[in-house]
């Protein structure tokens, strides 16, 4: 809760035990049981470099008030940064526990920043002196009985990327000292999910996203443009949350009626959000006001139930603002939320097939807490309203199949896996290739063919923005369908997904505007200037940004605002994988029936050229010289004019992805209750032998050796099972790679 009393003086004493009252008194039979204290507790520091609670907010001691909270049987946090601050380094005082070492030692040299916000110097963890300091913070913190910290400023993430911050350091350092006193350790904010392992390692807990306060003074706490900017972001993070630790979405803030800056459908939306994301459920509101309806949000058990079980669900597609989430549970049920983030009521379907079940269902409604019946294909959510959700619980009947993707959250993997996504392959694995002859006398124009542009308006459904945005049509000053997207508020970004080698960020240059960070597929690639000196005129449709030799399959193209007074966006270019022009190749129709194509996945797409100059059509059988071939849609694939060789991409996994390893003895394994078991991987001549256990009994050894690589084969399947809970586990122990694709049950 933002407590701006308008003298400076929030988060006091008597405010924080109000909170704690009303928490014991309504919320905390439905487990929350935290009081978090953010930014501002403390004032000064001590002899030794530590903090001190400001005396000002906390007259009789924050001790006091710790105490009170532990007495209504809740735990207390407080809030951090990294680094030492200078005028605790200028002071150079002792540190606690450590004779010799001081407050002036620990200061990495040359001095520069620790934090975003440039409140402290970077500190040196070369120094064992550094450890010592931020133990001794850490065993005050604990003698007081803080439960929780937040850290706040964590890089990279918080708006730095490039490394010209990098707070993991630090984060090593507080994580084992709050470890070695169980306190929480929550990570803030905005973290880089390239480094969601490293983060994972050290925190309880991980902010994915900028603040969820719309810091409209007065106004509101919140609004919906901060809620539906998580639905990409936790799309990207799923896979990280889970398993004992978390993606964190911020303070929810839906208790408190109009203040909160929702309508009651988003305020229902944004618990669903965080409940089906398993995050952190604490809110932001102020507990002695909640209304009925907020507290109603709140309490509800069942929505409660589907968060405290700690498994993240993810997206069918993120492609409409019509999406399907959900999540496996450990019960062998499905959660399913069925969200619309467009500006008309829509109906949404849940077909099972999506979300990896095949068989009849019954479907129950966790916010309306009633039973929908059973239905065997999908369900229809009618007529869901604007920014509303249905969430939905999904029970396979007896003898229904669940197909269980290779990075659900319970697959368990023991030795040295790696996860190929969107490319198959595991990094090991030979070169996947069809050798041809070609006997054909066609000269071709060029050695790749011309590349194809896809060019995408402002307004294109596609496009995620985020933060403050608004739309300026009808300009008349050459835009690229005569309008911009624009925003004002510096961290507020658009972010688009696609398929292809490479993407082109197109806008007006002027000098109201300024810097621009750019992300490729999440990571940090250059901050380019938008903005003309004063007194230049005006240029419209200029290319700021471009890139050409991305791998040929998904990426996104992330662009945040950084300075000046505007930030805007016209279109997006991405370039598309080649495509022969039946126009520009000249075929001898008397030689051999050869294939000379490059072929294009976009989206359901499929697109090529035969020698007779028809198009190819999916699952058609080609003679290549007197072999024969069968391209899928499926597969990427390319064949150069003229070259002999016919080099296939495969995406024909399920979800497409793997996992693989290249270990003897390495396992993957899952438990399940049901009646049957399927295992279903690749085949490739890379691969060999793979013992197959069920409750750790060896019952077969399955070769997944094959001359031609195969996606989705069924290797392995085990029938007539008792209906109890059971363990597949499959071991590697021959050839150069085992993959894994599907477990697939019958329940």
């Known amino acids: 809760m933002q407590v701006y009393s308008g003298n400076g003086k929030w988060i006091t004493g008597d405010q924080l035990i109000k909170q704690s009252d009303a928490m014991h008194a309504k919320l905390q039979n439905y487990g929350y049981n935290y009081i978090n204290v953010d930014a501002g507790w403390n004032d000064g520091v001590d002899a030794n470099g530590r903090p001190k609670p400001s005396a000002t907010l906390y007259p009789q001691g924050l001790q006091e008030?710790?105490?009170?909270?532990?007495?209504?049987?809740?735990?207390?946090?407080?809030?951090?940064?990294?680094?030492?601050?200078?005028?605790?380094?200028?002071?150079?005082?002792?540190?606690?526990?450590?004779?010799?070492?001081?407050?002036?030692?620990?200061?990495?040299?040359?001095?520069?920043?620790?934090?975003?916000?440039?409140?402290?110097?970077?500190?040196?963890?070369?120094?064992?002196?550094?450890?010592?300091?931020?133990d001794s913070i850490v065993d005050l913190l604990a003698q007081w009985g803080v439960d929780f910290v937040k850290f706040?400023?964590?890089?990279?993430?918080?708006?730095?990327?490039?490394?010209?911050?990098?707070?993991?350091?630090?984060?090593?350092?507080?994580?084992?000292?709050?470890?070695?006193?169980?306190?929480?350790?929550?990570?803030?904010?905005?973290?880089?999910?390239?480094?969601?392992?490293?983060?994972?390692?050290?925190?309880?807990?991980?902010?994915?996203?900028?603040?969820?306060?719309?810091?409209?003074?007065?106004?509101?706490?919140?609004?919906?443009?901060?809620i539906v900017r998580l639905f990409p972001t936790e799309a990207t993070?799923?896979?990280?949350?889970?398993?004992?630790?978390?993606?964190?979405?911020?303070?929810?803030?839906?208790?408190?009626?109009?203040?909160?800056?929702?309508?009651?459908?988003?305020?229902?939306?944004?618990?669903?959000?965080?409940?089906?994301?398993?995050?952190?459920?604490?809110?932001?509101?102020?507990?002695?006001?909640?209304?009925?309806?907020?507290?109603?949000?709140?309490?509800?058990?069942?929505v409660i139930a589907v968060d405290q079980a700690g498994t993240p669900a993810r997206p069918v597609s993120t492609a409409t603002q019509q999406q399907v989430w959900y999540a496996l549970n450990s019960d062998g049920s499905y959660t399913v939320a069925l969200f619309n983030l467009g500006r008309t009521e829509k109906d949404i379907t849940a077909n099972w097939t999506d979300i990896g079940l095949s068989g009849t269902a019954t479907v129950r409604d966790l916010w309306a807490r009633k039973n929908l019946g059973h239905f065997s294909t999908g369900f229809t959510a009618s007529d869901v309203p604007v920014h509303?959700?249905?969430?939905?619980?999904?029970?396979?009947?007896?003898?229904?199949?669940?197909?269980?993707?290779?990075?659900?959250?319970?697959?368990?993997?023991?030795?040295?896996?790696?996860?190929?996504?969107?490319?198959?392959v595991a990094a090991t694995s030979q070169p996947l290739s069809v050798n041809v002859t070609d006997t054909g006398t066609a000269a071709p124009p060029s050695a790749s063919g011309p590349s194809r542009t896809n060019t995408l308006d402002d307004t294109a459904p596609g496009i995620v923005y985020t933060g403050s945005w608004s739309q300026s049509t009808g300009r008349g000053l050459g835009d690229y369908g005569d309008g911009v997207h624009y925003t004002e508020r510096d961290g507020d970004s658009f972010q688009y997904a696609f398929v292809?080698?490479?993407?082109?960020?197109?806008?007006?240059?002027?000098?109201?505007?300024?810097?621009?960070?750019?992300?490729?597929?999440?990571?940090?690639?250059?901050?380019?200037?938008?903005?003309?000196?004063?007194?230049?005129?005006?240029?419209?449709?200029?290319?700021?940004?471009?890139?050409?030799?991305?791998?040929?399959?998904?990426?996104?193209?992330?662009?945040?605002?950084?300075?000046?007074?505007?930030?805007?966006?016209?279109?997006?270019?991405v370039i598309q994988p080649n495509l022969i022009d039946p126009s520009a190749v000249?075929?001898?129709?008397?030689?051999?029936?050869?294939?000379?194509?490059?072929?294009?996945?976009?989206?359901?797409?499929?697109?090529?050229?035969?020698?007779?100059?028809?198009?190819?059509?999916?699952?058609?059988?080609?003679?290549?010289?007197?072999?024969?071939?069968?391209l899928r849609a499926?597969?990427?694939?390319?064949?150069?004019?003229?070259?002999?060789?016919?080099?296939?991409?495969?995406?024909?996994?399920?979800?497409?992805?793997?996992?693989?390893?290249?270990?003897?003895?390495?396992?993957?394994?899952?438990?399940?209750?049901?009646?049957?078991?399927?295992?279903?991987?690749?085949?490739?001549?890379?691969?060999?032998?793979?013992?197959?256990?069920?409750?750790?009994?060896?019952?077969?050894?399955?070769?997944?050796?094959?001359?031609?690589?195969?996606t989705q084969q069924k290797v392995f399947s085990a029938s007539g099972l008792t209906k109890t809970n059971h363990t597949f586990m499959a071991v590697k122990a021959s050839g150069d790679v085992m993959r894994t694709d599907v477990i697939r049950y019958t329940t």
């Open 65 to 134: 008030i710790i105490d009170h909270v532990h007495a209504n049987g809740q735990k207390f946090g407080v809030y951090m940064v990294p680094g030492v601050g200078p005028e605790v380094y200028n002071a150079s005082l002792p540190i606690a526990g450590a004779p010799g070492c001081t407050t002036h030692d620990i200061a990495a040299q040359p001095l520069r920043p620790s934090d975003y916000w440039k409140m402290g110097y970077r500190i040196d963890f070369s120094n064992p002196c550094s450890q010592k300091y931020v």
């Open 152 to 226: 706040d400023s964590v890089t990279p993430g918080s708006g730095v990327s490039d490394l010209s911050l990098d707070a993991r350091e630090d984060v090593a350092a507080w994580s084992k000292a709050l470890k070695a006193h169980k306190i929480w350790f929550e990570l803030s904010w905005a973290l880089d999910p390239n480094y969601a392992d490293y983060w994972r390692s050290k925190a309880n807990g991980w902010r994915i996203q900028w603040d969820v306060e719309c810091y409209c003074a007065h106004d509101a706490l919140t609004n919906w443009d901060s």
């Open 237 to 302: 993070w799923w896979r990280n949350g889970g398993n004992g630790g978390w993606n964190d979405l911020d303070s929810l803030d839906i208790g408190n009626g109009k203040m909160d800056g929702l309508t009651r459908d988003e305020r229902r939306t944004a618990m669903t959000l965080w409940a089906t994301s398993a995050a952190p459920l604490y809110t932001g509101n102020d507990l002695t006001d909640l209304d009925s309806y907020g507290l109603s949000l709140l309490t509800n058990p069942e």
């Open 388 to 424: 509303g959700v249905r969430l939905l619980k999904v029970k396979p009947r007896s003898g229904a199949e669940v197909a269980v993707n290779d990075d659900a959250l319970r697959v368990d993997y023991a030795g040295e896996w790696t996860r190929n996504g969107g490319k198959e």
């Open 500 to 573: 292809g080698t490479g993407v082109s960020y197109i806008t007006e240059m002027d000098s109201s505007q300024g810097n621009v960070d750019i992300y490729v597929d999440d990571k940090f690639v250059k901050t380019v200037n938008t903005g003309r000196d004063s007194g230049q005129p005006r240029l419209t449709q200029q290319t700021v940004f471009s890139v050409k030799d991305l791998p040929n399959g998904s990426h996104t193209l992330k662009v945040v605002k950084k300075s000046g007074a505007f930030m805007l966006l016209d279109r997006i270019d």
């Open 586 to 630: 000249s075929f001898d129709k008397k030689a051999p029936a050869d294939v000379q194509v490059k072929l294009l996945r976009d989206g359901s797409e499929f697109a090529g050229v035969s020698r007779d100059g028809t198009a190819l059509k999916e699952g058609t059988d080609y003679t290549l010289s007197e072999s024969t071939v069968t």
């Open 634 to 710: 499926d597969y990427l694939a390319t064949l150069p004019l003229g070259a002999a060789k016919l080099d296939f991409k495969f995406r024909g996994d399920y979800l497409d992805d793997v996992h693989g390893t290249t270990h003897d003895g390495d396992s993957v394994s899952y438990t399940f209750a049901g009646t049957g078991v399927d295992w279903i991987t690749a085949t490739a001549p890379d691969q060999g032998l793979v013992d197959i256990y069920i409750d750790g009994q060896l019952v077969k050894r399955v070769d997944t050796h094959s001359d031609i690589r195969a």
